[in-house]
C-alpha cells in the first residue's frame, strides 16, 4: 500500500484560498445591504401630504395605484391629502362606457369605470398636486412643444389639445397649459 504525501494538501489549500479570493465583491453590496439602503433612501423621499398624478395612476402620500384599482381605496386615500370630494358625477352617455368621477379640491378629477381607477384629469395647480415630468398646469407654450414626444391634435374640437408619448394629454390656453389628463376621460368631441 502506497502513501499519500501530505504536501498536496497544502497545495489544494493554496489553490481553493486563491479561488475564494477571486469572490471578492470588490466592495460591492450584497442585496440585503443593497435593499436596505434603497428602502431608508426611498422612505425619506416620500411626500406624504403630496398627490402625484403618473400617466399610469396616482400616489396619495405613500400609496400608489395603478388604473383598475378599487375606488374606495382610492378615494379614501386622496380624502386623506384633499380632503373630502367636492363633487361626484355619473357620467353614462361617455363613448368609452359610464364613467363615474369625484373632483377634489386643487383641481383633480379621478375618473371610475365599474368601480375602478381609469384616468384623472386635473385643470387647477395645487401645492398638495404634484406631476411626474416636466410639464404642469401653467406651463409655457414653448416648454410644451420643446418636451420629448409633443404632438398636436390638429383637429380636436376641444381647443387645442396635445399629447405627451402615449400616456399624456392636456390643452392649451392663453399660450399655457390649462388642463393635463390620462387614461379614460369622457370628453365629448
Do not use: H
Not at 120 to 149: C, F, H, M, Q, Y
Amino acid at each position: 500500500m502506497k502513501r499519500q504525501s501530505n504536501r498536496a494538501i497544502p497545495a489544494c489549500l493554496g489553490a481553493m484560498a486563491l479561488m475564494l479570493a477571486g469572490c471578492d465583491s470588490g466592495g460591492v453590496p450584497s442585496p440585503a445591504d443593497r435593499l436596505a439602503g434603497e428602502t431608508s433612501q426611498s422612505a425619506d423621499a416620500v411626500n406624504l401630504d403630496l398627490v402625484t398624478l403618473r400617466t399610469d395612476g396616482v400616489t396619495a402620500g405613500s400609496e400608489s395605484f395603478y388604473f383598475a384599482a378599487g375606488r374606495a381605496e382610492v378615494v379614501a386615500a386622496l380624502t386623506r391629502i384633499l380632503g373630502e370630494p367636492v363633487e361626484s358625477a355619473e357620467m353614462r352617455e361617455c363613448g368609452a362606457g359610464p364613467i363615474d368621477s369625484d373632483r377634489f379640491a386643487g383641481g383633480l378629477i379621478v375618473n371610475f369605470q365599474n368601480g375602478y381607477l381609469a384616468g384623472w384629469n386635473l385643470d387647477e395647480a395645487s401645492e398638495k398636486i404634484a406631476i411626474i415630468g416636466d410639464v404642469a398646469i401653467g406651463t409655457e407654450r414653448a416648454v410644451v412643444t420643446a418636451a420629448p414626444g409633443f404632438s398636436a391634435i390638429e383637429a380636436s374640437t376641444l381647443g387645442e389639445e396635445f399629447v405627451l408619448g402615449n400616456s399624456l394629454g392636456g390643452f392649451l390656453a392663453q399660450d399655457k397649459v390649462s388642463m393635463l389628463y390620462a387614461g379614460t376621460q369622457c370628453f365629448f368631441r
